[in-house]
């Protein structure tokens, strides 16, 4: 383990996709340098290496959207540049219903953002992918440049190639430093570390640090993921497809399928158990949505936390309440996708400047004030 140095530039708290990509784009643009602190030994330990690494742009909110779409643009130039991590399998999102208009919706969001997608009728979509014919819906909307994630190689990515910052693994930050008002660095066991600017990229502990002085209403909700025995019919370049009937997703992985029942439970941060009535939860919504997947054997499963605020929308840039302190958190089950340019935007705030490419005010902290009460107790 690395000693802890007395002063630093920046300091980041958590080593997931914000933490890392924040220290990668801060790296980039030469306008700081510091320390990753990670509690945990290994990378990855919670929601950046257990997620279900769908690259999803198809996304309602224009926020999400808007971040979803720069941070595809910069991780296709990594790929370029060092090599690949996406496998371009495409998604599609399907519909029943009052699902369809949603997905018109959808269709027309992305068009404005420049993301192409086809609209199809339920026919025109199983004439296409004929895996399609085991699930029930009336419309489908085709998304070719989303895809699957190695997330393990993009987490280690952007950890190597934030060269400025030293990750120092098994190291919480268990408290802030504030002096005069402000906060000057954090506390890691007995080792104290000042700097200019400290960066919260908690995940589901995000808001803790600062939970006297500035609490963020964090809400941390629990899904699980699926894999299935082998099955014969999968096809690994099969796309990605996202029910909204249900919901439920589900995406070749191995000789068989991950499958996730979109649950949602808050829990307190931490590793959640898994529970039982998910599996029954997932089978109940395939028997109505999925009729032909009714003879997966599920085999493996684990449960985690997508950590939200009440809006939904990310917390990034500087605290509402103690000036030297920066969020990067509340992202969801997009986190993934958007981490490239989440870290864009933490790190042009810790550098006092204005992104000119997404309204900054959707994302600030300010926005829940004070007096903001937390939805789960620590
Ligand atoms: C089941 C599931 C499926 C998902 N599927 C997808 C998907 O398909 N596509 C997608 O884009 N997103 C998906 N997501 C969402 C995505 O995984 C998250 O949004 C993203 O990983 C959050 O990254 P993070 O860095 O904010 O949090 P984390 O990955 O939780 O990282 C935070 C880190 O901070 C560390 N930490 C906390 N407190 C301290 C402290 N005091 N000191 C030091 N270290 C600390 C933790 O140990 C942790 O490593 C999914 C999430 C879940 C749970």
Not at 177 to 196: C, H, K, M, Q, Y
Not at 255 to 277: H, Y
Request: charged letters at 20%.
């Amino acid at each position: 383990m690395h000693e802890l140095p007395e002063q630093t530039g920046v300091i980041v708290v958590g080593a997931g996709f914000a933490g890392a990509a924040t220290a990668w784009a801060l790296t980039r643009s030469n306008c700081g340098a510091g320390i990753i602190l990670e509690r945990e030994a290994t990378l990855g330990a919670h929601a950046s290496g257990r997620n279900a690494g769908l690259a999803r742009q198809v996304e309602s909110d224009p926020v999400t959207l808007a971040l979803s779409v720069r941070s595809m643009s910069h991780i296709r130039r990594l790929e370029r540049e060092r090599g690949e991590l996406l496998r371009p399998t495409g998604s599609l999102t399907v519909a029943s219903g009052h699902g369809v208009a949603s997905l018109v919706q959808d269709h027309e969001t992305c068009r404005q953002a420049g993301v192409p997608t086809l609209f199809m009728s339920a026919r025109d979509a199983k004439a296409r992918f004929r895996f399609l014919e085991r699930l029930r819906f009336e419309a489908a909307l085709w998304c070719p440049s989303d895809g699957v994630m190695d997330i393990h190689a993009l987490l280690v990515r952007y950890v190597k190639l934030a060269s400025g910052f030293t990750l120092h693994g098994g190291r919480a930050a268990d408290e802030l430093l504030i002096a005069g008002g402000r906060v000057v660095g954090v506390r890691s066991g007995t080792s104290e570390v000042r700097a200019d600017a400290v960066v919260d990229a908690c995940g589901a502990w995000a808001g803790q640090l600062s939970r006297e002085q500035s609490p963020l209403p964090i809400q941390p909700l629990r899904r699980h993921l699926f894999v299935s025995g082998p099955l014969d019919y999968v096809e690994r370049d099969w796309p990605f497809t996202w029910s909204l009937d249900g919901p439920f997703y589900l995406r070749p992985e191995g000789d068989g399928l991950l499958l996730s029942p979109c649950d949602e439970t808050l829990c307190p941060a931490g590793v959640p158990p898994a529970d039982p009535s998910a599996a029954h939860l997932l089978a109940e919504k395939l028997s109505h949505h999925a009729p032909g997947l009714m003879d997966v054997s599920l085999r493996r499963t684990w449960a985690c936390l997508r950590t939200f605020v009440p809006d939904r929308r990310p917390v990034i840039g500087p605290d509402a309440v103690l000036p030297g302190l920066f969020h990067a958190s509340a992202l969801g089950g997009f986190g993934m996708t958007a981490s490239a340019a989440v870290g864009e935007l933490a790190a042009s705030f810790v550098a006092g400047t204005r992104p000119d490419w997404i309204d900054p005010d959707l994302v600030a902290p300010v926005r829940f004030g004070r007096s903001t009460k937390l939805a789960v107790p620590w």
